[in-house]
């Protein structure tokens, strides 16, 4: 999967006329179908589990409407190793602080012992799939090359989504 630069830009058409495709972000990932289900309208709801990462080494021709890449994953090899211990450890404070304020400015209810429980790195990465971020704002939580880096990001878009300023309206999220 990779998006387009241009979120929602895909398959819209301009008074019955298809504009050219929107260039595409340069870092995708590699997903395994974990689920996936048929709706009424015969839409398919699918749910991918992230395996790799990859950057974007050439775009090939569509093929019956499906745009296609190219994928190099070198970049991102150490996304396949189990044994990958680059994680180390996170400020956690730092962390659960903006994100008490993130679920209370949205009355959402947690199991905080559960959360102190969680390991660093499975609390950050399932933060930024489940927080409900823009599309550029996952984008950029994908392309961060370290825990480090991806727990600076997390935390800075829970602070900026609990950030107001008078008379403003608080990011969506």
């Not at 790195?121 to 950029?140: G, I, K, Y």
Request: hydrophobic share 35%; charged share 25%.
């Amino acid at each position: 999967m990779i998006q387009p630069r241009e979120p929602g830009s895909e398959g819209m058409t301009r008074g019955g006329v298809v504009p050219p495709s929107p260039p595409l972000y340069t870092t995708g990932c590699a997903g395994r179908i974990s689920m996936f289900s048929e709706t009424d309208d015969n839409r398919y709801l699918i749910t991918l589990v992230g395996v790799c990462r990859f950057e974007l080494a050439e775009e090939l021709p569509s093929t019956r409407g499906y745009r296609r890449v190219v994928p190099n994953f070198t970049p991102w090899r150490t996304d396949l190793d189990p044994q990958n211990t680059e994680h180390g450890t996170i400020d956690r404070e730092s962390l659960i602080r903006p994100l008490r304020a993130y679920f209370a400015a949205r009355n959402i209810t947690t199991d905080w012992d559960a959360v102190a429980q969680t390991p660093d790195d499975r609390l950050v990465v399932t933060l930024a799939m489940n927080c409900p971020f823009e599309p550029q704002e996952r984008q950029a939580l994908l392309e961060c090359k370290s825990m480090a880096e991806l727990t600076r990001a997390v935390t800075t878009l829970l602070e900026m989504a609990t950030t107001t300023t008078p008379g403003s309206e608080p990011a969506k999220h």
